[in-house]
């Protein structure tokens, strides 16, 4: 039991003193999302829908970011939101110089389409996998769940390429 805790503070302790890369900063990028909604309130089977969207987030480490977004729904459906912004806190761990996995959690607010309806929020939480392809360019895939309430549940597969000034 000593060894598995010596372990992890040893694990701990390095990855809170590992020098600061040039990943500290800002950066803006663009995601394409596919996004797979069910709304059990309207009895309908689960449908795709790709939204457009935008990011910015400050990177204070290499192992820590805050991260907003906004999509923008490329079809419209009734029934599903036409917009949806996301707030994420966003931990890493880099492998090597060009890549680097990472867990996201904070929370998604939508709206639906009609400007009458009501604006929700929910937990939102996900992880992906990113790659450099350059000091200042990078590339994502992340697999990310925007709400699982009782009758309306919306999971996404995000590619993105942002630009760290």
């Known amino acids: 039991m000593k060894s598995k805790l010596s372990t992890a503070a040893l694990?701990?302790?390095?990855t809170l003193t590992t020098p600061v890369m040039a990943d500290n900063g800002l950066y803006l990028g663009t995601l394409l999302s596919t996004v797979r909604v069910a709304?059990?309130?309207?009895?309908?089977?689960?449908?795709?829908?790709?939204?457009?969207?935008?990011?910015a987030g400050y990177s204070f480490s290499e192992h820590?970011?805050?991260?907003?977004?906004?999509?923008?729904?490329?079809e419209r459906v009734s029934t599903l939101p036409l917009h949806q912004?996301?707030?994420?806190?966003?931990?890493?761990?880099?492998?090597?110089e060009c890549?680097?996995?990472?867990?996201?959690?904070?929370?998604?607010?939508?709206?639906?389409h009609?400007?009458?309806?009501?604006?929700?929020?929910?937990?939102?939480?996900?992880?992906?996998?990113?790659?450099?392809?350059?000091?200042k360019v990078k590339g994502s895939l992340e697999y990310v769940?925007?709400?699982?309430?009782?009758?309306?549940?919306?999971?996404?597969?995000?590619i993105g390429l942002s630009y760290h000034f």
Do not use: H
């Not at 694990?11 to 390095?14: D, P, Q, S």
């Not at 709304?39 to 990011?55: A, F, T």
């Not at 912004?85 to 090597?96: K, N």
């Not at 890549?99 to 639906?112: C, H």
């Open 64 to 74: 820590f970011a805050l991260e907003g977004r906004y999509f923008y729904a490329i």
């Open 39 to 55: 709304n059990d309130s309207i009895k309908l089977p689960p449908s795709n829908v790709s939204n457009l969207g935008v990011q």
């Open 85 to 96: 912004s996301q707030l994420y806190a966003r931990v890493s761990y880099p492998f090597g």
């Open 11 to 14: 694990f701990a302790l390095t």
């Open 114 to 135: 009609s400007a009458s309806s009501n604006v929700q929020s929910s937990f939102s939480g996900g992880a992906g996998v990113s790659y450099a392809f350059s000091e």
């Open 99 to 112: 890549f680097s996995v990472y867990a996201l959690a904070g929370v998604n607010i939508s709206r639906q």
């Open 145 to 158: 769940s925007l709400a699982q309430r009782r009758l309306y549940s919306g999971n996404a597969v995000n």
